[in-house]
């Protein structure tokens, strides 16, 4: 918890100055109180997201809680950030304490963070992501550092560092994106940005 609250509280401060240089624009802030659901459709619920920015806001919108916890997944300071810029957008999410649970299987990670940075016409776009401690039914897991790096589970399987490209050229960055077949799709720390606008969560859960 400790060193989830530090990492928090770095990236805040380093948030806080890169803002500064580059003029921070006006805030939205969109709190979710931890443990509280915001589901769509009725199949898919996001914890501690932001909402999405359009592409070429000055706004930005923030979210962030002392924990989020389901039947499937709880995890603690879960945060997330988006900076809408005339042709550029930012995005980033954090959580600590990862306890994720699908069909049996029990993923955990002491921290998961994702960031996506990219221009509105695709010319440019920057994609990081990051996983401590990372266990899979006990088994610690050796995080590689590749671009969807896959590792296989009964029943599906766990994308390391996921990172697509939308056709209209967005950046998507997932930490961990979790399938067990008939169960559940969970992704873990996402961070999005580019032509569709921006948006970052700390889980999103879809269900059948």
Do not use: C
């Not at 996001?46 to 924990?67: C, H, M, N």
């Not at 990081?128 to 671009?147: A, K």
């Not at 997932?174 to 921006?198: E, K, M, R, Y």
Request: charged share 10%; no cysteine.
């Amino acid at each position: 918890m400790h060193d989830g609250a530090l990492r928090r509280w770095t990236l805040v401060a380093l948030g806080v100055l890169f803002v500064g240089l580059l003029a921070w624009p006006a805030r939205i802030e969109a709190q979710i109180p931890g443990g509280i659901p915001v589901t769509v459709g009725g199949t898919t619920t996001v914890l501690g997201g932001t909402g999405t920015l359009a592409a070429g806001s000055r706004d930005s919108l923030y979210s962030e809680a002392d924990s989020i916890s389901t039947s499937l997944v709880s995890a603690d300071v879960p945060s997330a950030r988006v900076i809408g810029y005339v042709d550029e957008i930012a995005s980033e999410s954090y959580l600590a304490s990862l306890n994720l649970t699908l069909g049996g299987i029990t993923i955990a990670a002491g921290s998961a963070e994702a960031a996506a940075r990219a221009a509105l016409d695709g010319s440019s776009r920057t994609a990081s992501s990051y996983i401590s401690n990372l266990s899979i039914s006990g088994l610690q897991v050796t995080v590689d550092g590749t671009v969807n790096q896959t590792v296989s589970i009964p029943g599906g399987q766990v994308v390391i560092n996921e990172q697509q490209i939308l056709s209209d050229g967005t950046l998507v960055v997932n930490a961990l994106h979790a399938t067990v077949s008939g169960v559940a799709d969970v992704v873990v720390a996402s961070a999005a940005a580019g032509a569709s606008g921006g948006n970052a969560y700390a889980v999103q859960i879809k269900t059948p």
